[in-house]
């Protein structure tokens, strides 16, 4: 949407405020907030390892990340560039192009816990859903389908609904959320975009997280050069998983590995090729290999556990659109 942007249902949210500026019981809450992250991190990373996943640690400055464009649903002010050893570098906007060159050459299956910093226009700071600092958990699997990886996720979720009722009964129960957070029946649906556009119009997804009680799937879906497109066809290969009344909290696509598409594609959509240099040199020498993979948005995940109204409120220094605190 290009218009201010308002949940449907959250509306005029109180921002969260600085840490030091809070007291009393919203301390405690912000206490309990963090028990509850401590412990999703704790079973997702788990979860990965014992899946065969090895850990990569994040970037922070490269030449090459995501462009986030021509997705309808980007929305930055500003890119931030600085120059390092006289080379034009930028903070990472998604680790989208490591992984892929990272699980291709070195590890077939990888996942990290990445930072991501979008200057978001100052507006979305109303929507309660964005930031301008955040951190994802991103995955990558050699070789694999998009329908591994809704699999694999329809399975992280609700074992991670199942450890929290479990293992933060006492958390979710000060935040008065045990009695709502449900445990998934699995397979977590999927719709079509299309099929989704027909039935509520172009603002199909601010309605839709509103029609759903449990995490839905939608799939083919308009975006960047990366995520695999079938030209004779004209269907998109990749899947966002929406949260009930929240909204979007993974986004992730099979992947383009050929030089010819990738090429074409960047062309087509007005992509800086020399932003991508390294990509298409290993796309061209064949050393880019098919994979699928994901990036969860840790805060709004953790966001939807604790009913909170804005996703700023489980950061413990918030990142809001339009607002600089000191710290």
């Given amino acids: 949407m290009q218009k201010r942007e308002i949940d449907l249902e959250i509306g005029e949210v109180d921002l969260p405020k ?22 999703t991190l704790s079973y997702l990373t788990q ?27 980007a929305s930055i002010e500003k890119r931030i560039e600085t120059e390092v050893y006289g080379e034009t570098v930028r903070t990472t906007l998604s680790m989208i192009v490591h992984k892929i060159v990272a699980s291709s050459l070195v590890m077939p299956k990888l996942f990290t816990l990445s930072p991501n910093v979008r200057v978001e226009r100052r507006e979305r700071r109303f929507t309660g ?10 995955f990558e699997i050699r070789g694999a389908s998009s329908s591994d990886v809704i699999s694999f996720v329809d399975s992280i979720i609700k074992g991670l609904i199942f450890y929290l009722k479990k293992n933060a009964r006492e958390e979710l129960k000060y935040l008065n959320v045990y009695d709502n957070l449900r445990v998934p029946e699995l397979p977590l649906k999927v719709y079509d975009r299309i099929w989704l556009e027909k039935k509520y119009g172009q603002e ?16 083919n879906i308009p975006r960047e050069f990366y995520d695999y497109e079938d030209f004779s066809t004209g269907q998109w290969d990749n899947y966002d998983l929406i949260l009930p009344k929240y909204g979007e909290v993974l986004s992730g696509s099979r992947r383009e590995w050929e030089y010819d598409k990738l090429l074409k594609k960047m062309e087509r959509d007005g992509v800086r090729k020399e932003n991508y240099l390294l990509l298409l ?20 995940l953790v966001c939807w556990i604790v009913g909170s109204k804005h996703v700023g409120e489980v950061q413990l220094f918030p990142k809001i659109p339009g607002i600089v605190y000191d710290l």
Avoid: C
């Avoid at 919203?26 to 206490?31: A, S, V, Y």
């Avoid at 040199?281 to 880019?288: S, T």
């Fill in 18 to 39: 600085p840490l030091e500026q809070i007291s009393g019981n919203e301390i405690e809450r912000k206490m309990y907030i963090a028990k509850v992250m401590t412990k």
């Fill in 47 to 73: 979860t990965f390892v014992e899946n065969g996943f090895e850990w990569l640690l994040p970037v922070v400055f490269s030449k090459s990340t995501d462009p986030l464009w021509p997705d309808p649903g």
């Fill in 129 to 138: 859903w964005h930031l301008y600092e955040f951190t994802q958990l991103d």
């Fill in 204 to 219: 199909w997804e601010s309605i839709f997280k509103h029609e759903i009680s449990e995490p839905s799937w939608i799939i």
């Fill in 281 to 300: 040199k290993l796309a061209r020498e064949g050393k880019i290999k098919p994979s699928a993979g994901a990036g969860i948005g840790v805060e709004r």
